[in-house]
Structure formats: structure tokens, C-alpha cells
């Protein structure tokens, strides 16, 4: 399974272990993944995702998981979370179907 958050993209990025004598050697920096289960509130139900904790955070602070589908780019969302997006588009615009008739 990829090291990459699910919803927003973060991945592994690489750099160095300098030691005191300034030796330089390769490493990779991790994101710190974890799998959670977000509530959508427009589909009343939840969804399991792999998230890294920066973007646990950014979901909660953007009013949650509904919300931070519809504002973000496709291009970083996984394809279980572009699955839900659609889905919460469908949703809404049935609900504006609902309204109008």
C-alpha cells in the first residue's frame, strides 16, 4: 500500500542525514498516516480513508468531509475519495431537484 494521504495527496518526500562530521546520506520522510473514519453529514454515513494528521486537521478546519471534497482538485484526491465526491454531487443536486419541485 502507497504512502500517500487519500485526501490530500501528501506523500514520501526524500533528503539527508547530515551527522556532526557533515556526512550526507539518503533518507525518506514518511507522512504520519493514519486510518480514520470520516462522517459525511449530506449521505449520512462514514467513510474509511488512509489520511496523514496534517490533513485530518485541514478536514475538520474546513467544516468537514463534505466540504473539503467539493472544494478540492481531483488531481490530489484518491480514487475511493473521488468516488464519494461524486456521489456527494449526485446527492445535492437530487436535493436541489427535491427543492425546485
Do not use: Y
Not at 498516516?33 to 459525511?40: A, D, E, I, P
Not at 484526491?77 to 446527492?91: D, I, M, T
Amino acid at each position: 500500500m502507497s504512502r500517500i494521504c487519500e485526501l490530500t495527496g501528501k506523500g514520501r518526500l526524500t533528503g539527508n542525514n547530515v551527522s556532526h562530521a557533515n556526512n550526507k546520506t539518503k533518507r525518506v520522510f514518511l507522512p504520519n498516516l493514519q486510518n480514520v473514519t470520516l462522517l459525511s453529514e449530506k449521505l449520512d454515513r462514514g467513510f474509511k480513508f488512509r489520511v496523514s494528521t496534517h490533513g485530518l486537521r485541514s478536514v475538520e478546519h474546513n467544516g468537514g468531509l463534505d466540504n473539503w471534497l467539493l472544494k478540492t482538485r481531483d488531481e490530489k484526491l484518491s480514487a475511493r475519495a473521488l468516488k464519494v465526491k461524486r456521489e456527494l454531487k449526485k446527492a445535492a443536486k437530487a436535493e436541489k431537484a427535491d427543492q425546485a419541485a
